[in-house]
Each structure stands twice: as structure tokens, then as C-alpha cells.
């Protein structure tokens, strides 16, 4: 079974600059989340899609981040403009379902930004 | 709100040792507590976990048992090999219904030398 897959993994931009990242989550997996981790920090959570529709978003700073998950199926997280604080791994993970502790998360690679 | 503290690293072990890495939460009502683990240059993946209290979660010879009385989740090995090498990752979910969110401790690297 393919896993979560991510793109690019790595990215190098300059402040104010605009980047998106991709994610491909596991075939038949209804829910999706982007997380942010920071180095030396843990993941936080940034937004969780069920199907195409957003589920929590309550971590996602809206003036810059934004994301959005078309026919329910791949996601794509977009940071226009860049800060140099936004330089962290961007974490993709998928589950079957949500509403249960069973439903385990799969994590993707990661893509690491850096913000120059 | 909700919070996790584990211990910080690098924690450097000799092969064969008996590893601990602390774990303690802060939640409100009844969360679920995962170990995650991150190899070199691979994604998080999930090592154990356990619903409820008194719970232990088990694999690869790694444990943890879920203390309500104490808020803890360490994990535990009695005999590390080079390559549990990794990253270990605390974590809580709470919650429920839609909401799936985990919540993570900062991480400890764990070294195991030959």
C-alpha cells in the first residue's frame, strides 16, 4: 500500500515570497491534516479536512496560510507571503476516518521550508 | 489547555541498555496518549498507544502503561539495539467526535551506540 506522499521535500524561498506544498494522501482515506513542526518543537496541528470540508482550522494563521483539499483527495497548503518564522517541516497525514482514536494517523516525509 | 512534557534529549545508550523516556500530560477529561517515532529521513509513525487508564500499548519491545493517577506515558525497552536510533514523539488526542487532533511533546532523540 503506497503511503502518504508529499512534494517537494525540500524548498528554499526569501521572505515575502509565496510556496505551496502538495499532498497525496492514502487511497480511500476520507480525512487529512496539515501539521507544522517547527525544528526542536513537536507537530502542531494547522488544519484538518474531512472529505473537502474543513473540520479545524482553529491553528492556521488565515492572513498568510490558507489550504484546501479539491474532490476531497489530494491537499495543497499555500504561504503567500512567506515570513522567516514559517521555516519548519510541513507534515501530511491522512486516516480512514475521524471520530475515532482507532483510526490511526499515516504520516507522509514532510516537506522542509526554508525562509531566507 | 491541553499539553504534553517528555523529557529532553539527546539520551545516548550503550547496546543492550534499559532505556526510559518521561512522558506526563495535561488534558481535561480522558485523552488518548500515543509514542510516536521518526527515524532519519522518514516520516512519523505510530510505535504505540493506549485508550484508557491502566492500559499498557506495546510493540518492537518498546511499553508504555497509561497512569491517570500520575498523568504519565513513559516509555520503556528493556534492551535497545543501534537501530531504535530515532526520534521519539509524545503525544495526546482529546476530544472526540470530528476532531481528531494530536497533540505533541517536543521530542527526544534517542543514540544507541555499538
Known amino acids: 500500500e503506497a503511503g502518504v506522499a508529499q512534494s517537494p521535500r525540500y524548498k528554499i524561498i526569501e521572505k515575502r515570497q509565496s510556496v505551496a506544498f502538495w499532498c497525496n494522501p492514502i487511497?480511500?482515506?476520507?480525512?487529512l491534516y496539515w501539521y507544522q513542526q517547527i525544528l526542536g518543537q513537536g507537530p502542531k496541528l494547522l488544519i484538518q479536512f474531512q472529505n473537502n470540508g474543513v473540520v479545524d482550522d482553529s491553528q492556521l494563521p488565515k492572513d498568510r496560510f490558507s489550504a484546501e483539499r479539491l474532490k476531497g483527495v489530494d491537499s495543497t497548503l499555500k504561504i503567500q507571503p512567506a515570513k522567516l518564522e514559517d521555516s519548519a517541516v510541513y507534515l501530511c497525514?491522512?486516516?480512514?476516518?475521524?471520530?475515532?482514536?482507532?483510526?490511526?494517523?499515516?504520516f507522509g516525509p514532510g516537506t522542509r521550508l526554508t525562509v531566507l | 489547555g491541553d499539553s504534553v512534557t517528555q523529557m529532553e534529549g539527546p539520551v545516548t545508550l550503550s547496546e543492550e541498555a534499559f532505556l526510559t523516556i518521561n512522558c506526563t500530560y495535561t488534558?481535561?477529561?480522558?485523552?488518548?496518549l500515543f509514542w510516536y517515532v521518526q527515524y532519519p529521513g522518514e516520516g512519523l509513525q505510530l510505535l504505540l498507544k493506549a485508550t484508557k487508564a491502566d492500559d499498557k500499548g506495546s510493540n518492537k519491545g518498546f511499553e508504555a502503561t497509561y497512569r491517570k493517577e500520575t498523568t504519565s506515558f513513559h516509555l520503556e525497552k528493556g534492551s535497545v539495539q543501534v537501530s531504535d536510533s530515532a526520534v521519539y514523539f509524545c503525544a495526546l488526542m482529546s476530544g472526540g467526535g470530528a476532531t481528531n487532533k494530536l497533540i505533541f511533546g517536543t521530542g527526544t532523540l534517542l543514540a544507541v551506540q555499538p
Open positions: 497525514a491522512s486516516s480512514f476516518a475521524a471520530g475515532a482514536v482507532y483510526n490511526e494517523q499515516f
Open positions: 488534558a481535561t477529561g480522558y485523552p488518548s
Open positions: 487511497s480511500g482515506h476520507a480525512t
